[in-house]
């Protein structure tokens, strides 16, 4: 019986331990339902990235799926990356390693801009 | 028949000869099928409708071209399947005019990805227009991949810069214009140093008097700053143009036809013959508009331009591809 307590303790823990970990690494992401496995997903659609400005940690890798009815890309403002041409549901993706404040911008139309504050 | 009073515009309030009333209410008409012709200073419209009673010699220029353009070759979305049949319905419509137009000005988004199968379609498809000539601009749609390099070896191999050129024609001086490369964050289009001081050179010895057309993609004057359509560095262009008689500029990117006057510079944009787009605000952004399949092609269309020598302004006529 005490070795089941003590069991059953213990396995109660990790799993808090594991809840909580979780819960720390949601925050520091977008919430996005539909990203994919340990990216974080950036949706292209009526001319505008959204969430339009998002904080992650150094270390995330960002994916961007175009949801337009016409091309975009994604070009950072200090050369960091650039993506090539996406039609609808094309995707690009880019690891975020150092941190600071990423400007981007679809450099077909300008008018798109957007953030990534990499922590 | 072709004179009738209730036909004519006749508002000459600055007393200076120039009918600006006149001709901005007529190109208010133009987008329903209005002629204008410009004679003298003073402005006379036809009904489209009535273009078959009136005297053609009367409203014939000595040359005219046609305007194309966002044929957006490779889009293939709801707004429409079918951007080759398009186009063809707008080359059906230039072989349909009275006159074979002495050519073709095509201002951007040929192609839909910049693909070089996209161009040859395109170029295929107006080798059909009894225009043979074509003078083409880069949209953004066009360079996307090289910095326009494609772009610029296909369509303008002679230019002195990045795709920019000019041409003469019948005494009227054409200037082609990029103002698609090199965009900025959060800006416009953008035409650059480089461009405006070959721009300054290329007109400096030219008579006032020199009939001048610009043909570039985004539009030369702010239509809707929200969504990108007007180009940063336009004014500094303008300033160099104020001085001539009569320019006109003819731009496209915005997928519907609008006009603006500024002293002697009339700005026309073009309809596309791929898909319409939303009125500025109008839509949440500024992208492919749907509308039933019966009323495309009356959103898709070209614009003959006819010149008559020593008029003011050019004139210009939109028609839709039906």
């Known amino acids: 019986m005490r070795i089941g307590a003590t069991l059953l303790i213990a396995f109660l823990l990790v799993t808090a331990l594991v809840i909580t970990c979780s819960g720390q690494t949601s925050a520091a992401t977008s919430a996005a339902a539909t990203s994919a496995p340990g990216a974080t997903a950036i949706k292209i659609d009526n001319f505008s990235f959204s969430p339009a400005t998002i904080t992650v ?42 941190p600071g404040t990423y400007e981007y911008f679809c450099s077909i139309h300008p008018k798109m801009k957007a953030t990534v504050i990499v922590q | ?73 490779g889009f293939n979305k709801a707004a429409n399947p079918d951007v080759v ?6 080359v059906a419509k230039i072989n349909a005019l009275p006159t074979p137009p002495s050519f073709i000005l ?35 749609h066009d360079v996307l991949e090289d910095d326009g390099k494609a772009f610029l070896k296909r369509y303008a191999p002679q230019s002195p810069g990045s795709g920019w050129y000019s041409f003469d024609s019948h005494g009227v001086h054409f200037i082609a214009l990029v103002n ?19 721009l300054e050179k290329d007109v ?50 915005i997928h519907q036809t609008m006009q603006k006057v500024e002293g002697n510079i009339t700005f026309h944009t073009a309809a596309s013959t791929a ?5 500025p605000g109008e839509a949440p952004s500024p992208g492919p508009m749907t509308v039933p399949a019966d009323q495309l092609r009356h959103l898709l269309g070209i614009r003959d331009v006819n010149y008559r020598h020593g008029h003011h302004a050019l004139a210009v006529v939109d028609s839709t591809l039906e």
């Open chain 1, 57 to 98: 940690a150094a270390g995330t890798t960002v994916q961007w799926t175009n949801k337009d009815d016409i091309p975009h890309n994604v070009v950072s403002s200090d050369q960091a990356f650039k993506s090539k041409v996406l039609d609808t549901d094309q995707q690009f993706t880019y690891t975020f390693t150092k």
């Open chain 2, 1 to 73: 028949m072709s004179d009738k009073p209730k036909d004519e515009l006749l508002h000459d309030h600055n007393h200076d000869g120039i009918d600006r009333r006149g001709f901005l209410k007529c190109m208010a008409w133009a987008g329903t099928g209005a002629f204008c012709v410009m004679k003298g200073g003073v402005l006379k419209s036809y009904s489209l409708s009535r273009l078959a009673d009136i005297d053609h010699q009367k409203t014939k220029g000595e040359f005219s071209f046609v305007q194309v353009s966002d044929s957006h070759m």
């Open chain 2, 85 to 90: 049949g398009t186009l063809q319905a707008a």
């Open chain 2, 106 to 140: 095509h201002t951007g988004d040929i192609s839909h990805l910049s693909k070089p199968e996209e161009f040859d379609t395109v170029e295929q498809i107006l080798k059909g227009a009894s225009a043979k000539d074509v003078f083409y601009v880069p949209g953004e």
């Open chain 2, 180 to 198: 698609v490369l090199n965009l900025k964050a959060g800006g416009f289009g953008s035409l650059g140093t480089e461009q405006l001081e070959w």
């Open chain 2, 204 to 253: 400096k010895h030219l008579s006032k008097s020199t009939p001048i057309v610009v043909f570039a993609h985004v539009p030369l004057w702010t239509v809707y700053p929200d969504w990108g359509w007007g180009t940063d560095d336009s004014a500094q262009a303008l300033s160099y143009l104020k001085r001539f008689g009569s320019v006109t500029v003819l731009n496209g990117h």
């Open chain 2, 275 to 279: 898909f319409p787009q939303p009125k």
